[in-house]
Structures are given as C-alpha cells and as structure tokens.
C-alpha cells in the first residue's frame, strides 16, 4: 500500500464531473486500499479520489467510531433518497487546510454503491455520517463544501486557506514522518 499525495485547492480537478470506475479490479482495490491508508495516515474521515487527483467516482469513509475502524468504501454511489428534514455540522477538507464551515445538508440519506468486490450494496445513513458521505460525494459533481455557502463567504475561507498555506504549508505524510 502507498500513501497518496493530497491535491490543494485551488486546482481544475474540484470543478470537474468525475467519471464512474469502468470495473472493479484488482487496480480498483489497490486504489481503495491506498485510499484508506491516506486516510488513516491524515487522520481524516473521508476521502474521495478526487482529492488525491484522480476524477473518478470512488470514496472511502470511516468514522471510527469507539476506537474501531469501520470502513466503508464507496464505488460510483448514488443517492436514491434525502430527507427533507436538514441538519448543520462544521466541514472541512484536507484540499482546503486551514478551513472549516459549517454546512446544512440533508440529515439522512439512502445510497446505492459497489463495495471494494464490486458487490452491489445500499446504505442507509443518518447523522453525521450521512453528512460525510454527501460531502464526500459532492466532489464527483464538481462540488466542494465551500460551494454551499455565499460567494462573499467562500471567497474569504479561500483567501484565509491561501494565507495559512504561505505561512505554514501543510504537514505532507510519508515514510519518515513521526507520527
């Protein structure tokens, strides 16, 4: 397994329309488990291919939820079905340091997706892991967070992320870092 290298924002992949994973294969299942280690090596809780460069529709989430890892991998997801009712959690991004904002979104969701053996999987999700899964998910369309809010707000996260990254450029994982 290898670690991924997180793209920044800003950069031409967060506005692109990713593209469902053709098969999944032995290639589909090492991405996914390069994904994961990415994730654990950020301390993250999602991560979609988008975010390490690459514009097609996989995603991996786990909430550790009690000290245990729950992973859930996500191939070409689809919602099928979002409440009317909406919840506000604080969202960040490791492509947008620095940053937080809090974002209302749906407070559940029922999704369609293909797990790492490329079985056919549904999943109902409330809470906040229903609001990862759909922050996670807004990357395939070209979407990130930031597009929730008003342009004004957006453009001052923004600048703040580019000012924190001149002055302190985020922590890049590899073989030699110490935690």
Known sequence: M??????????????????????????????VANMFETLYAERAL???????????????????????????????????WQSETQQAFSEASLSFPYISAEIQRPSAIELRYLDAQGESRTLRAEGFLATVIQHELDYFEGRTFLDHLSRTKREMLLKKMQKAMRLEPPHVHGPHCQH
């Open 46 to 80: 999602g991560l979609s291919a988008p975010m390490v460069g690459i514009a097609q529709r996989v995603a991996v989430v786990d909430l550790g939820e009690e000290g245990a890892r729950q992973p859930i991998t996500l191939i070409n997801p689809e919602i099928t």
């Open 2 to 31: 290898a670690l991924l290298p997180i793209i920044y924002a800003p950069h031409p992949i967060f506005k692109q329309v990713s593209a469902p994973l053709k098969h999944v294969d032995e290639a589909a299942r090492i991405l």
